[in-house]
């Protein structure tokens, strides 16, 4: 089944201690990106790859890191989380001949 | 850079009527797809009908249809028979078809949709 899979689907950390958001894709799919969606802004991009070792900012990458050692997976790295990062995010992939993009479940990440 | 505005925060519709929901966007480019997502209580982000900008004809899917107005840089969802389980969070996006940014989606801020009985 195709799929783009996030881990974990909800987490509670406190500021300032350094986390991880797993996303992997079996779509070999060349484009993964990161979005957090807050109430009122809708769906706003963090980072996004489009290929191994290609990353690049969006529009909102301040506190945030990533990594694409894998076509497979896209980590997104939170190094030293803050409040103002308590949000749902999302990682998603999409091909080169797919018309769309395949979303991941979802986490909901609260820091306090 | 290109923005997607969705007017209308929330709207509400009687089961088994018609509702539309409004999208404009602005873009200075000529290749291009355009998205409705639906994403229901569970969160889970769903695509319900897309568009290619140099397809003139209006897609369909089931239940759903869009206006897409090229010239007018408008896009605009129409849900037939409307069902409970339509009652969602819908999402405007686009994304530019060529060039290194494609696959990256630009999204509205959303209109909730209720389905009332």
């Known amino acids: 089944e195709a799929q783009v899979t996030q881990n974990p689907r909800y987490l509670i950390t406190v500021t300032g201690k350094k986390l991880t958001v797993t996303c992997s894709q079996n779509?070999?799919?060349?484009?993964m990106s990161w979005y957090r969606q807050d109430p009122g802004l809708g769906l706003r991009q963090i980072y996004y790859?489009?290929?191994?070792?290609?990353?690049d900012k969006g529009d909102v990458p301040e506190g945030y890191k990533v990594s694409r050692k894998e076509k497979r997976n896209f980590p997104l790295i939170l190094e030293s989380p803050s409040p103002n990062q308590t949000s749902l995010y999302f990682c998603?992939?999409?091909?080169?001949?797919?018309?769309?993009?395949?979303f991941g479940q979802g986490t909901r990440l609260t820091v306090v | 850079a290109q923005t997607v505005t969705q007017s209308q925060p929330e709207m509400s519709v009687q089961e088994a009527e018609t509702v539309t929901l409004s999208c404009t966007y602005d873009?200075?480019?000529?290749?291009?797809?355009l998205f409705w997502y639906k994403q229901p209580p569970s969160r889970q982000m769903i695509l319900v009908i897309r568009?290619?900008?140099?397809?003139?004809q209006n897609a369909t899917e089931n239940r759903f249809s869009v206006n897409f107005q090229k010239a007018a840089k408008s896009f605009s969802l129409k849900i037939s028979d409307s069902q409970l389980g339509d009652t969602a969070m819908y999402f405007c996006?686009?994304?530019?078809?060529?060039?290194?940014?494609?696959?990256?989606?630009?999204f509205g801020k959303g209109t909730k949709l209720s389905v009332k009985p």
């Open positions: 998603a992939s999409s091909s080169l001949y797919y018309r769309g993009a395949f």
């Open positions: 779509m070999n799919h060349e484009y």
């Open positions: 790859s489009m290929n191994v070792e290609v990353t």
């Open positions: 873009t200075s480019e000529s290749n291009y797809y």
């Open positions: 568009q290619e900008a140099y397809k003139q």
């Open positions: 996006a686009f994304m530019k078809r060529n060039g290194g940014s494609q696959g990256n989606l630009i």
